[in-house]
């Protein structure tokens, strides 16, 4: 009978999970009757009790030795039982966990899981969108005014990347400092390298001023207030005369530098002469010193009044709306971006539940054939200890009988009976029919799934809609 019981559960419990049926401890041993008997000494005491007469004729109750075997069944079958009570316990506990009503509520209510989730990231990036969504909404309307303030009908023109504009000071930088080296390399105790560093250094100075002021010089024509057009007519001298004496210095301090003064003595002697005579250049190194200079600041004049647009303001006004309005686009795109991922999950859930359900399905079925299986291998072993007490105590009453010389109690003549713990109707009829209809659910949601996918997509493309 054990044997019966495990060749049914092993395959249930092989695939790895935990087995709320723990066969191994049910003892569902069949009795050996030969060796019962001998435990309980019955030969022995029916020959004894036969001799003397026990239990009497007129007797209805069971004597001693017949008791001990009812004691002896009842102890086996208590020992069975509770065992039994346990492992139905926990078939009942993993029965009750198969229910997949749960799963059936969360396909049905799929697509507001979707709403429910997709409102809970609104509340977190609503309020980003909206503040982007406003501060476009000022730049625009800062911009608009600053135009229709002004009249100005086009719109705003800056390279859209400075790279040309970067590369071309670079370059002039290291030209500049390249040439004006070799002029500036006598003086200098670090030769060539000393003289190119100097040389690196007035040529980034010369460079950043022009750079700096050609950014305004345009306000003396693109200005929009006479203050602007003021600032901008000034810088543009500013930038002129800049360039002109700038380059003049340079080339008194490189004529000194010739003479094998050290830099310093250099510098200082050709200070003092560019204050008493700008103009008193006496080699002609030097005027190229000068042409190559005023060169090297018109290209940096150009990469200055190209770097931004030249009506005032007007250009990182338009960046700033360009800002926004990325901003915006960042924070819509996170929030599609979320959105689409909450709904794709929300698919994927559409099929997991579905497979878990299946398989939850599948489960019960199988817990309720081996619960079956329990009570009716269960109900043959009582009925195996009730055969048993019944074959013990006729081979006692045969035996007493033969070694007796009156005759025996009435009740010898009647089936002996037994009245111990009867298996409880755990019957799985109720739990059979909770499977068959947990499977028409099943296959009906099955059947629905396109459906309730359609019903999410739709969900999700409303929510972005609204």
């Given at each position: 009978?054990?044997?019966?019981?495990?060749?049914i559960l092993?395959?249930w419990?092989?695939d790895?999970?935990?087995?709320?049926?723990?066969?191994?401890?049910?003892?569902?041993?069949?009795?050996?009757?030969?060796?019962?008997?001998?435990?309980?000494?019955?030969?022995?005491?029916?020959?004894?009790?036969?001799?003397?007469?026990?239990?009497?004729?007129?007797?209805?109750?069971?004597?001693?030795?017949?008791?001990?075997?009812?004691?002896?069944?009842?102890?086996?079958?208590?020992?069975?039982?509770?065992?039994?009570?346990?492992?139905?316990?926990?078939?009942?506990?993993?029965?009750?966990?198969?229910?997949?009503?749960?799963?059936?509520?969360?396909?049905?209510?799929?697509?507001q899981?979707?709403?429910?989730?997709?409102?809970?990231?609104e509340?977190?990036?609503?309020?980003?969108?909206?503040?982007?969504?406003?501060s476009?909404?000022?730049?625009?309307?800062?911009?608009?005014?600053?135009?229709?303030?002004?009249?100005i009908?086009?719109?705003?023109?800056?390279?859209?990347?400075?790279?040309?504009?970067?590369?071309?000071?670079?370059?002039?930088?290291?030209?500049?400092?390249?040439?004006?080296?070799?002029?500036?390399?006598?003086?200098?105790?670090?030769?060539?390298?000393?003289?190119?560093?100097?040389?690196?250094v007035?040529?980034?100075?010369?460079?950043?001023?022009?750079?700096?002021?050609a950014?305004?010089?345009?306000?003396?024509?693109?200005?929009?207030?006479?203050?602007?057009?003021?600032?901008?007519?000034?810088?543009?001298?500013?930038?002129?005369?800049?360039?002109?004496?700038?380059?003049?210095?340079?080339?008194?301090?490189?004529?000194?530098?010739?003479?094998?003064?050290?830099?310093?003595?250099?510098?200082?002697?050709?200070?003092?002469?560019?204050?008493?005579?700008?103009?008193?250049?006496?080699?002609?190194?030097?005027?190229?010193?000068?042409?190559?200079?005023?060169?090297?600041?018109?290209?940096?004049?150009?990469?200055?009044?190209?770097?931004?647009?030249?009506?005032?303001?007007?250009?990182?006004?338009?960046?700033?709306?360009?800002?926004?309005?990325k901003?915006?686009?960042?924070?819509?795109?996170?929030?599609?971006?979320?959105?689409?991922?909450?709904?794709?999950?929300?698919?994927?859930?559409?099929?997991?539940?579905?497979?878990?359900?299946?398989?939850?399905t599948?489960?019960?079925?199988?817990?309720?054939g081996?619960?079956?299986?329990?009570?009716?291998?269960?109900s043959?072993?009582?009925?195996?200890?009730?055969?048993?007490?019944?074959?013990?105590?006729?081979?006692?009453?045969?035996?007493?009988?033969?070694?007796?010389?009156t005759?025996p109690?009435?009740?010898?003549?009647?089936?002996?009976?037994?009245?111990?713990?009867?298996?409880?109707?755990?019957?799985?009829?109720?739990?059979?029919?909770?499977?068959?209809?947990?499977?028409?659910?099943?296959?009906?949601?099955?059947?629905?799934?396109?459906?309730?996918?359609?019903?999410?997509?739709?969900?999700y493309?409303?929510?972005?809609?609204?």
């Open positions: 009978m054990l044997d019966k019981l495990i060749d092993m395959p419990s092989a790895g999970r935990q087995d709320p049926v723990d066969f191994a401890g049910l003892d569902f041993t069949e009795v050996d009757l030969d060796e019962m008997s001998q435990e309980l000494g019955l030969e022995s005491k029916a020959i004894s009790n036969g001799e003397n007469e026990i239990p009497p004729s007129d007797a209805t109750q069971l004597d001693g030795p017949q008791e001990e075997i009812r004691a002896a069944i009842k102890g086996r079958v208590g020992k069975a039982m509770a065992g039994y009570e346990r492992r139905i316990k926990g078939l009942n506990s993993e029965i009750q966990s198969c229910k997949i009503k749960n799963k059936i509520d969360r396909l049905e209510s799929a697509d899981e979707l709403e429910k989730g997709l409102s809970d990231l509340n977190r990036l609503g309020p980003k969108i909206e503040e982007a969504r406003a476009v909404e000022n730049a625009e309307r800062e911009l608009q005014e600053y135009r229709s303030e002004h009249g009908q086009r719109e705003p023109e800056y390279p859209d990347s400075q790279v040309f504009q970067v590369g071309l000071l670079a370059f002039v930088c290291a030209l500049e400092a390249f040439v004006n080296g070799f002029f500036f390399r006598q003086g200098m105790e670090e030769g060539i390298v000393g003289g190119a560093f100097i040389a690196f007035l040529a980034a100075v010369d460079v950043g001023v022009v750079f700096w002021l950014g305004y010089s345009a306000w003396s024509y693109y200005g929009l207030k006479p203050l602007q057009k003021i600032i901008g007519t000034a810088a543009t001298a500013v930038a002129l005369v800049w360039v002109l004496f700038y380059n003049l210095l340079t080339a008194h301090i490189r004529e000194y530098l010739q003479a094998d003064l050290l830099m310093e003595e250099a510098t200082q002697e050709a200070l003092d002469r560019f204050l008493s005579s700008p103009f008193g250049i006496e080699q002609a190194d030097s005027i190229i010193l000068i042409i190559l200079g005023v060169v090297f600041s018109i290209s940096a004049y150009y990469a200055g009044a190209t770097w931004e647009e030249v009506i005032p303001y007007y250009g990182p006004m338009h960046k700033k709306l360009k800002e926004r309005r901003e915006l686009r960042y924070w819509k795109k996170q929030y599609r971006r979320k959105a689409a991922s909450l709904r794709d999950e929300k698919l994927e859930d559409v099929e997991r539940i579905l497979e878990e359900a299946e398989d939850k599948k489960r019960l079925e199988e817990l309720i081996v619960k079956s299986t329990l009570l009716q291998v269960v043959e072993c009582v009925d195996h200890y009730r055969g048993a007490f019944r074959a013990l105590v006729k081979r006692y009453r045969d035996i007493n009988q033969r070694h007796r010389s005759q109690p009435g009740y010898f003549d009647e089936e002996p009976d037994i009245e111990f713990t009867e298996v409880k109707d755990y019957s799985t009829k109720g739990e059979k029919e909770t499977l068959e209809n947990q499977k028409r659910k099943l296959e009906r949601k099955k059947s629905e799934r396109s459906e309730i996918k359609e019903r999410v997509r739709n969900r493309e409303a929510q972005l809609e609204a």
